[in-house]
């Protein structure tokens, strides 16, 4: 993804070879939460990029996430390292709103379509190309803060598979 021109000194993300991840809305026309919806899909490119890497403690993934999530983040990640696993296919994160609070922050709710993503087995390279099921949707619930950077961080990421909301 380009950078967005607002002067943050971003890390550069790559993701592992045969991962995509598509994103829908990509903006709204809203500058504010226009910067939400892409410091959110960075996080989840960030986090794809250190399994791909085997690097729980990303800097990346710190970059766009702190507390709850980032510490989250930091042991999913490391159990693909664990399972000698990455990612790969095409995973769509669709119907994504934002909301914003007295308070500053920012939810974001979207859904996580996984039906053609999988793991893929390091070792021999085999991919786990599993059957779609209720579980391969999943409903994100997500929490954001603007950090004095200003970059829109989450927080908190709560997840629920199989989740009617998101089921085709």
């Given amino acids: 993804m380009a ?9 550069r993300i790559t993701l592992p070879r045969g991962d995509q991840l598509v994103f829908e809305p990509q903006g709204t026309g809203d500058a504010r ?62 119907d994504r709103r934002v909301t914003f609070d007295e308070d500053g922050s920012a939810g974001l709710t979207y859904c996580g379509d996984e039906s053609k993503g999988y793991t893929k087995d390091r070792k021999t390279g085999k991919t786990d190309v599993t059957p779609v099921t209720k579980d391969s949707y999943v409903f994100y619930n997500d929490r954001l803060r603007k950090n004095a950077k200003g970059v829109w961080q989450v927080t908190k990421s709560v997840s629920t598979r199989g989740h009617k909301a998101c089921r085709p």
């Fill in 33 to 94: 939460t226009d910067a939400v919806l892409r410091d959110n899909a960075e996080y989840l490119r960030a986090v794809d990029e250190a399994i791909g890497d085997r690097e729980p403690t990303s800097k990346a993934v710190a970059f766009y996430s702190t507390g709850s999530a980032y510490l989250d983040s930091v042991e999913w990640i490391g159990g693909f390292v664990e399972d000698g696993a990455t990612v790969t296919g095409t995973v769509r994160y669709v």
């Fill in 3 to 11: 950078s967005p021109g607002d002067g943050i000194a971003r890390p």
